[in-house]
């Protein structure tokens, strides 16, 4: 079989096919045909070895995938095959709160990814994504997806009538967008791109805001809502963004910490958030039970994941190129 591989060092010149021996499930695991990946900035962090600088070599990258499950070990029951599946991005993280084992247990780091022709995973690290959505778009659902739906839905508790503070138009924000809005939120979406932020609105969005042409944009999204401040963030800046995000938070907000676009680390005006009483939630995409209530929630709502462009499998350098730039809308994915 082919897989992607980071070999020889850190590094986009370093991702290349290799030949392996098709794997064979053991008792409890399920042989996986892969069909779609997708890519998170995650992904292209550790293939540039700023993720995890420690992470052995060869690794096969990569975490949201999809396929067809093509045989069964052992003492397996609750998947058939035939039956179209995602891995979940921890794989020991089935149900609850998250614990060390569970965050320890990731695809694409320290576990081999997604990006193969053929993957054996664990029967219990397995969901069926909706019938109604293609393979590309099903390869999009688990960490994106996931990682929105925890924000807003399992921590954040959104309720219809809340605004939501959407940070740029990445695979993250757009389901933030699109999973707000199907709740009954407001949402405020910000781009630097002024074609970007008006498919944000023909997306459902609100308002916009161009952040390049308002320094202090927390300010102006205080105004968007009269002083009041918004009820979530979703922020995927990280260092660059977070005190702008406190700006523009509503006394009593939530702010979801996902993404380090912006940088790692940040000097935290700590005022704010004692002041403003303020929650800040780490969110390291969610448990297997999150993404089958996030697959519920889509197909209830008839909702389809944003694909911003697709790259043959063997093309993957230059999808993580495009990411590199900055120069996607929604989810890029690969077509095997």
């Known amino acids: 079989m082919k897989a992607m591989v980071i070999e020889g060092g850190f ?15 053991g008792p409890g695991q399920v042989l996986v045909q892969m069909r779609a990946a997708s890519l998170n900035y995650r992904d292209l962090m550790t293939v540039q070895g700023s993720y995890n600088p420690k992470q052995p070599l060869p690794l096969v990258p990569c975490s949201d995938g999809v396929g067809h499950v093509a045989a069964l070990g052992a003492g397996v029951t609750r998947l058939s095959v035939g039956d179209r599946v995602c891995p979940i991005f921890c794989q020991n993280w089935i149900d609850g709160p998250p614990t060390r084992d569970g965050l320890r247990s990731t695809l694409g780091g320290p576990l ?7 993957m054996v995973v664990n029967a219990e690290g397995l969901v069926v994504p909706p019938a109604s959505l293609s393979d590309l778009e099903c390869a999009a659902l688990p960490c994106a997806g996931v ?9 954040g508790e959104l309720r219809p009538g809340q605004t939501v503070l959407v940070l740029g138009t990445g695979g993250v924000s757009l389901f933030a967008l699109q999973l707000a809005k199907a709740r009954g939120a407001r949402v405020i979406l910000t781009s630097s791109s002024e074609e970007k932020l008006e498919r944000a609105k023909a997306l459902g969005a609100d308002e916009v805001l161009n952040y390049l042409e308002h320094e202090r944009w927390g300010r102006v999204v205080r105004e968007m809502t009269s002083g009041r401040g918004v009820d979530h963030v979703v922020e995927v800046g990280g260092a660059g963004t977070l005190e702008e995000s406190l ?3 509503a006394i009593g907000g939530r702010i979801a910490v996902i993404g380090v676009l912006s940088g790692l680390k940040a000097q935290v005006p700590v005022t704010s958030i004692l002041m403003g009483y303020i929650r800040l939630q780490g969110v390291l995409v969610g448990p297997r039970a999150s993404f089958e209530a996030l697959c519920a929630f889509m197909s209830e709502h008839s909702l389809k994941p944003v694909l911003g462009a697709v790259f043959p499998f063997a093309e993957a350098r230059a999808g993580f190129e495009l990411m590199s730039r ?11």
């Open 326 to 336: 900055g120069g996607h809308f929604g989810k890029i994915a690969l077509k095997f």
């Open 112 to 118: 081999d990814g997604t990006l193969a022709e053929w």
């Open 11 to 25: 590094g986009l010149k370093n991702l290349k096919i290799e030949e392996r021996p098709r794997p064979e499930p």
């Open 247 to 249: 700006q523009a938070t």
């Open 147 to 155: 990682t929105a739906w925890t924000a807003l839905f399992t921590e």
